[in-house]
């Protein structure tokens, strides 16, 4: 078990990494899709998000078990889950919803934001919302 602990370096840095690719590819997706590019009907564009968000999650999942923190049992870590659902949310609006570029501009800006305040609660390991 030690060694699994050991390997916490490895955990936060594959999830470092894969938060990157979802925030990168999302933000490419959404210029795709504001420019209305045919790109976005492709399949690899439409699997990709999926596959990188599974492991997104479970990476995330190994470093709670490596540092014993928890959701709805650690403040901060609750509220990271609360950012990350907000991140979706807004990310899942700004490529579909049937409104003004705007509007999806403003989602999409919100979005990144969540993910921005994510990594905050993450290096800081403090809850502000639910303080």
């Given at each position: ?8 370096p490895?955990?936060k ?12 590819f999302f933000?490419?997706r959404?210029?795709?899709?504001i ?18 968000d599974?492991?997104l999650?479970l ?8 540092i014993k923190?928890?959701p709805?049992?650690?403040p901060?870590?609750?509220?990271k889950?609360g ?5 979706i949310a ?14 999806k ?7 990144v934001?969540w ?5 905050k ?11």
């Amino acid at each position: 078990m030690e060694t699994f602990y050991s390997l916490y370096p490895a955990f936060k840095h594959s999830h470092m990494t894969f938060v990157a690719l979802s925030v990168l590819f999302f933000i490419v997706r959404f210029v795709l899709h504001i420019r209305q590019s045919p790109i976005m009907d492709k399949k690899f564009i439409k699997i990709a998000p999926h596959v990188i968000d599974t492991f997104l999650l479970l990476s995330g999942l190994l470093l709670c078990f490596s540092i014993k923190q928890y959701p709805f049992i650690d403040p901060w870590m609750t509220e990271k889950i609360g950012a990350v659902a907000a991140y979706i949310a807004l990310a899942t609006i700004s490529l579909k919803a049937d409104r003004g570029t705007l509007f999806k501009i403003f989602a999409a800006l919100g979005a990144v934001a969540w993910v921005v305040y994510a990594a905050k609660l993450a290096v800081l390991k403090q809850a502000m919302l639910l303080g």
